[in-house]
């Protein structure tokens, strides 16, 4: 160890590879290049590595799906991801989380979760990755990256540091409480790389200051929802907040929202309304209609319905085309978000790394050799379930094993 002109301690040594960022895409870039006999180093700002995987999945960690594909990740080139995602699979991750002895559950839809918590995953990575040789600093805030001939030279808070690769696995803007920051981009635009526009993503929606004084009172009632933008809808619980809409449903679709746009939502989608509602007409007439409509969603959202759409009084006076109405109003209420509650609470960042300056089998930036970007900084974010932590395993162990 040295000191430069600036009194910054320079290590004399050369690394295979600095891995930027020690969450889970990170981890298993280092973890599978370490196996591979190569001397790797993970430098993380934060005091604690793998922040993100903790509180995960109610601090349970989805740590993937049984049904991985494709079409479950958004990308301006939908193909990019598939070569990271079939040479390691959801198989291959669960097959090392058996190998730890963490016992698993499927949640709903192919979701995994620990048994126990999330603590497990970060100590089998961090296990695994003192085992093989790899070396994870924290408290190593970087603040400079520059390549000169064939090797980079990584400053941080610790100190100088050379590699002959750079990985960026800084994730994206998604919780800043955390310590989330845009530098990933900055680095890939300070090498020459596009960088697509971000956004928050499965993030809840807010409503407008009119649209909450009827969604305000209902804040914590659920319901099972069909969410739909397009042709693109999701099934899931819905869950009404004092921001405006939440739940699985809402997060999924909120990957494809945009500004002005309607959500369609189906707030009874295996129920017929307007026979549940002419039998209740027929069988208890003198039934008020909010009643009625407690049998086909919770007592506070039927009163909420009914008081918003002018709907009062016994059964036996509604006739078939104000059924008709709840009907349409159940099944298609459309409802146009204010906005999003952006990266304070999104799971992910939406866009990145341009995807066409990267190799999709290795990750490595096409036109700067050494240099590879993967996780969540990259332009692939997942659904909902376990799928974003696939892409971090799958791009980390692309670019681990391409080293």
């Given at each position: 160890m040295t000191q430069d002109?600036?009194?910054?301690?320079v290590s004399t040594r050369i690394w295979?590879?600095?891995i930027l960022g020690g969450g889970a895409a990170?981890?298993?870039a280092a973890i599978t290049a370490a196996k591979r006999g190569k001397?790797?180093?993970?430098l993380d700002h934060a005091k604690k590595p793998a922040e993100k995987i903790r509180i995960s999945g109610g601090g349970r960690c989805n740590f993937t799906n049984l049904d991985i594909k494709p079409k479950n990740f958004l990308s301006s080139n939908p193909r990019f991801c598939i070569s990271a995602l079939k040479r390691y699979t959801q198989h291959d991750f669960i097959k090392w989380v058996e190998?730890?002895?963490?016992?698993y559950h499927e949640k709903t839809l192919g979701q995994l979760f620990c048994n126990e918590s999330a603590q497990q995953i970060i100590d089998m990575l961090l296990t695994e990755l003192r085992d093989a040789g790899g070396q994870l600093r924290l408290g190593a805030e970087v603040r400079e990256v520059i390549k000169e001939e064939q090797r980079f030279i990584v400053t941080s808070t610790k100190g100088v540091e050379m590699a002959h690769a750079v990985i960026v696995a800084t994730g994206g803007k998604s919780i800043p409480k955390m310590g989330a920051t845009g530098i990933g981009y900055e680095l890939a635009r300070q090498f020459g790389l596009n960088v697509l526009p971000t956004r928050a993503a499965l993030v809840p929606f807010t409503f407008s200051e009119q649209q909450k004084l009827w969604s305000v009172p209902l804040a914590g009632v659920a319901v099972d929802a069909q969410v739909k933008i397009g042709k693109t809808a999701f099934r899931e619980g819905l869950l009404f907040t004092h921001r405006g809409l939440s739940?699985?449903?809402?997060?999924?679709?909120s990957s494809y929202w945009q500004e002005g746009v309607a959500?369609?939502?189906?707030?009874a989608p295996d129920v017929n309304v307007l026979e549940t509602l002419q039998q209740a007409r027929k069988e208890h007439p003198k039934q008020d209609i909010s009643n009625a409509l407690s049998y086909i969603v919770p007592k506070k959202l039927a009163k909420a319905i009914a008081a918003r759409d002018g709907l009062g009084g016994h059964m036996a006076v509604q006739s078939d085309k104000i059924l008709r109405r709840i009907e349409d109003n159940l099944h298609r209420w459309q409802i146009t978000p204010m906005g999003t509650e952006g990266y304070r609470t999104a799971e992910v960042t939406l866009g990145g790394v341009d995807t066409k300056d990267l190799s999709s089998q290795t990750m490595e930036a096409n036109e700067v050799p050494g240099l590879y970007f993967i996780g969540e900084v990259v332009d692939v974010t997942g659904h909902l379930g376990g799928y974003n932590f696939?892409?971090?395993w799958s791009s980390g162990h692309a670019a681990g094993m391409a080293l």
């Open positions: 002109h600036t009194g910054e301690k295979d590879a600095i990170g981890l298993m001397s790797v180093l993970v190998s730890h002895n963490i016992a739940g699985p449903s809402i997060l999924q679709i959500v369609t939502i189906d707030l696939q892409w971090a």
